[in-house]
């Protein structure tokens, strides 16, 4: 049958199981958005700027697992698409972005709202296409949907010129797709997983370090089978949080920059790191150098570029995550590593997790803690960049796989508004918590207009303490304590909430914490929490710049262990 090129588009987005696509409409796009009540099946979410449309995309993405969609119109809209973009990249999130593009004639004679965007994002796409013609859409959108999703996950854009919008061409949808060239390789080779076992079974004082590719390929049950066979601790990046449950005797935290003291001192001290579907990037290696200087390295990843990138690797492995803990844990073990566990047992007495100090003070430990506790674990947390994510990491006991959603590798500030949008829209039936800065939340604070027109039922609270916190923190501790434009003034949120007719409260005790964020729950709808806290507090530990892993500044002795730490034996 023949169709034209916008109904191409939404016919192929319906073949790929697409229900939703966040978006902001424009000229060039036009044609598009016209079609659109032809398929009523295809939700469209308007929010109010383009960047809102793929962090929208990009949170989705991460938990539904499957691709988020976004599109915008050529020109600026195109451009305001790039940092979202970019975030989905380096986070490894599948994202199909679809910007209009000026009339075929047009392209190249710097017309109005003209931009070479595939030029632009080459460097921060998985893949990019400017579809020339009707006939070539279908084929596209398939290639687009498998490269997206395959491998290790990405974006893709796709230009399209607004007259092909209008084009008309016969449509066949195919069944599959032949890219010669893009094989991803999932299970890893068998040699290599038989040299890796046995490094494992020698092992005395073995760690796993988990990454967000454990979450990617929901390789969960296969993680814990491998800990608790060889009983090995487990260790965590930032957006490998969630892929093992926190409560387990086995689980040490995150690593890194503010990961976990005695997280930190077991890579050090470790001959063995099993590193699962990570990158070893530069917050969670500290000194590269120095990086588990006794340790022998094992490494599995489906991105054959990341191994050996960072980090001397004894045993690389190249594949997915699920596909080769299950090959190898045919391969391990049983036993048992006591005197490593017992020592795992007394650096986390010395240096307990999740503590939360003491006094009348409200301090953004307690809030994050209350949401947990209040929650029983049982939330979705979406965060920013900063000291509230940070803390979010810390202080939060995630039980529940994939319930920590962040923007990671580009630490993009104003990500968790639209991201927790795209978050509960794919997973209606899970509690989504936006945990925000003061500051990045007003980067991204016009989405409230899209959380209230689409009634998207998610509980914010503001980490409110007048400072760009993080910057603010480096400039105490490295820079003299010269607060250099960090201090930083905002509007009163509760009002701007109320403007857009969301309910809302101000916070400033500790004995308010707890019955705000149950008043937040108990609301049917969306509910926002501006949470007054101490401007000066700083994350501990803190791994300093250029410093090695166990070199790090702890936070003063006069903490409590928060409730909520209680773990569960293996």
């Not at 040299?195 to 929901?218: D, F, M, T």
């Not at 090995?232 to 040490?252: D, R």
């Not at 299950?326 to 006591?338: F, S």
Request: hydrophobic share 45%; net charge negative; with cysteine.
């Amino acid at each position: 049958m023949r169709l034209t090129g916008a109904q191409i588009i939404c016919e192929s987005l319906i073949k790929e199981g697409v229900e939703v696509m966040f978006g902001f409409p424009g000229g060039s796009l036009l044609p598009f958005y016209d079609t659109l009540p032809q398929y009523p099946q295809l939700r469209h979410i308007l929010v109010r700027h383009e960047q809102g449309a793929a962090h929208a995309a990009d949170g989705y993405a991460r938990a539904a697992g499957r691709a988020g969609v976004c599109c915008a119109t050529s020109g600026p809209g195109a451009t305001n698409l790039v940092t979202g973009i970019a975030n989905a990249y380096l986070d490894s999130s599948p994202v199909i972005a679809l910007t209009g593009q000026v009339a075929r004639p047009f392209i190249g004679k710097d017309a109005f709202q003209e931009i070479d965007i595939t030029g632009i994002t080459l460097p921060i796409t998985k893949h990019n296409y400017v579809v020339m013609s009707a006939a070539e859409m279908a084929n596209v959108l398939k290639e687009a949907f498998h490269i997206a999703t395959t491998g290790r996950p990405g974006p893709v854009l796709i230009d399209v010129p607004r007259d092909v919008f209008v084009e008309e061409a016969e449509f066949h949808y195919p069944a599959k797709v032949d890219l010669p060239g893009y094989k991803p390789i999932l299970r890893g080779h068998a040699a290599q997983i038989k040299k890796a076992a046995r490094l494992i079974n020698e092992a005395q004082r073995p760690v796993i370090i988990s990454g967000r590719g454990v979450v990617i390929s929901r390789a969960y049950e296969e993680l814990r089978e491998l800990a608790e066979k060889a009983q090995i601790p487990v260790i965590t990046t930032l957006l490998g949080i969630s892929s093992f449950p926190e409560n387990h005797m086995l689980s040490l935290g995150m690593l890194g920059m503010h990961g976990m003291a005695h997280a930190n001192m077991a890579v050090n001290e470790a001959d063995l790191v099993i590193a699962v579907g990570m990158r070893f990037d530069d917050r969670a290696t500290a000194k590269v150098s120095a990086f588990a200087p006794k340790a022998r390295i094992i490494h599995v990843d489906i991105d054959p570029a990341e191994i050996g990138k960072n980090v001397r690797v004894d045993v690389p492995i190249v594949g997915d995550a699920r596909d080769v803990l299950k090959d190898l844990n045919k391969e391990v073990i049983t036993r048992a590593r006591l005197d490593w566990i017992s020592q795992m047992e007394a650096w986390r007495q010395c240096h307990p997790p999740r503590i939360v100090r003491e006094g009348d003070d409200l301090i953004p430990q307690y809030v994050i803690h209350s949401i947990c506790e209040v929650t029983e674990g049982n939330s979705i947390i979406v965060t920013g960049v900063g000291q509230h994510q940070m803390w979010s990491a810390q202080c939060f006991c995630y039980k529940k796989p994939n319930t920590l959603i962040s923007s990671g590798g580009l630490g993009t500030m104003g990500f968790e508004l639209p991201a927790a949008i795209g978050a509960k829209v794919g997973c209606p039936g899970e509690t989504v918590w936006c945990v925000a800065g003061d500051g990045g939340f007003q980067m991204t604070i016009q989405e409230l207009a899209t959380v209230a027109q689409e009634k998207t039922a998610i509980k914010i609270a503001i980490i409110n303490n007048g400072f760009l916190g993080m910057v603010r923190q480096w400039q105490e501790l490295f820079y003299g304590r010269r607060y250099v434009a960090t201090p930083l003034s905002g509007p009163d949120f509760v009002k701007i909430a109320d403007a857009y007719g969301i309910p809302a409260m101000r916070v400033r005790t500790r004995l308010e914490v707890i019955p705000a964020i149950q008043k937040a729950m108990e609301h049917s709808g969306p509910f926002l929490i501006d949470f007054v806290v101490e401007p000066e507090e700083n994350v501990y530990p803190m791994v300093p710049p250029g410093a090695a892993l166990a070199d790090l500044i702890e936070a003063p002795r006069t903490e409590l262990v928060a409730p909520g730490s209680d773990r569960v034996s293996e």
